[in-house]
């Protein structure tokens, strides 16, 4: 009987945990919609929320300027920033699940820097890998050297002895390659040139278009569903290499799809946008924070609160000085930093208790 009343606690328990989890998962959604409109309703002329759900719902409701202005202008920004977050901050939270490290993103691993250098060549040398790309030149560069920084570092894995600190290292080490060949191509740019490596860097959602969103959200909408279906021996894995193992995960095996889906949706994210740090590294340490380690749960909200930074991130950009549209990833990095500083002295108590 004392049994009997212990395993009903127990699903009590565990059922009152799931439906909190979920209540989270939908108060982020709700905070993201929120975000949104008011993503929208910011600008050089600021509008109602009430004016931009008409326009929304009903696009010439409020005649065909608001119409053009929203539809055209601030709807493809606004998406873009949901998208490109929830990208980064999946990515982010499969590169710190694989490698078991919470300071793991597609910033701190070097992607980030790869994709800035090779848009500095496309800018400065008019190079591309991928020949007849037209006005696609820069973001097709910065596109093709991350994904190939993410395949370096997929085949890092594959060596005898290279465990995720080691990957880590592997990541710094591209990261300040690809940092001093950036400085190299700035030194070798003209003026104007130079303003553009500059200006990219920094990150914009300027360059928002319903091609990209597009493929934003085909990405999304099989990222998502594939970590899913990974996510017991993902959370088998944040219990430790031996442990994963010996609960039938062929650990390898599942880095390397892991590492494959990083890839694209890092890749794309910083072609999108340019470089954009910490996003990867915010939204899945306060979805960790909310949801625990649990896969089902941390996924899709480090999504959400990914979306969500960035989304925030657009609207502090255009409201700190008006007329102005301050660059994200400026933004971004003074939000992450105090962020990447409390993870590092959280671990470091960890270990020292």
């Known amino acids: 009987m004392t049994i009997d009343i212990y395993v009903s606690e127990m699903r009590r328990s565990y059922a009152s945990q799931t439906a909190r989890r979920y209540g989270m998962i939908f108060v982020v959604a709700a905070i993201l919609l929120l975000s949104f409109l008011v993503d929208i309703a910011t600008g050089p002329g600021n509008y109602s929320l009430s004016t931009v759900w008409q326009v929304l719902t009903d696009p010439l409701s409020n005649g065909v300027r608001l119409k053009v202005i929203v539809w055209d202008y601030r709807l493809p920004v606004a998406i873009t920033a949901v998208i490109v977050g929830a990208l980064l901050a999946v990515a982010g939270a499969q590169m710190q699940t694989i ?30 890998i991928i020949p007849a790309v037209g006005p696609l030149l820069v973001s097709i560069n910065a596109f093709v050297f991350a994904l190939l920084t993410c395949g370096f570092i997929l085949l890092a894995t594959r060596l005898k002895g290279v465990g995720s600190e080691t990957m880590i290292l592997f990541g710094i080490a591209i ?110 340490h306060i979805a960790r924070l909310i949801v625990g380690e649990d896969q089902r749960f941390f996924v899709p909200l480090s999504a959400l609160v990914g979306a969500v930074v960035l989304s925030l991130t657009s609207v502090i950009s255009k409201s700190i000085t008006p007329g102005i549209i301050y660059p994200i990833g400026i933004i971004t990095s003074l939000i992450g930093v105090p962020v990447f500083i409390s993870i590092i002295l959280g671990t470091r108590r960890e270990k020292l208790s």
């Open 99 to 128: 490698l078991n490290n919470p300071l793991a993103e597609p910033f701190t691993l070097g992607v980030s820097a790869a994709a800035s250098f090779g848009a500095s060549l496309a800018i400065v040398l008019g190079f591309s």
């Open 175 to 284: 990261f300040f390659t690809f940092s001093a060949l950036l400085a190299l191509m700035q030194y070798m740019a003209s003026e104007d040139q130079i303003a553009r490596i500059v200006f990219w860097m920094m990150g914009s959602l300027g360059r928002a278009s319903w091609e990209k969103i597009s493929i934003g959200v085909l990405l999304l909408g099989l990222a998502i569903p594939f970590s899913l279906l990974r996510t017991w021996p993902m959370t088998a894995l944040r219990m430790g290499e031996a442990t994963a193992e010996s609960m039938g995960v062929d650990v390898a095996r599942l880095r390397v799809e892991m590492l494959i889906c990083v890839s694209l949706l890092a890749a794309t994210a910083v072609s999108f946008v340019g470089t954009v740090g910490f996003v990867g590294l915010v939204g899945p």
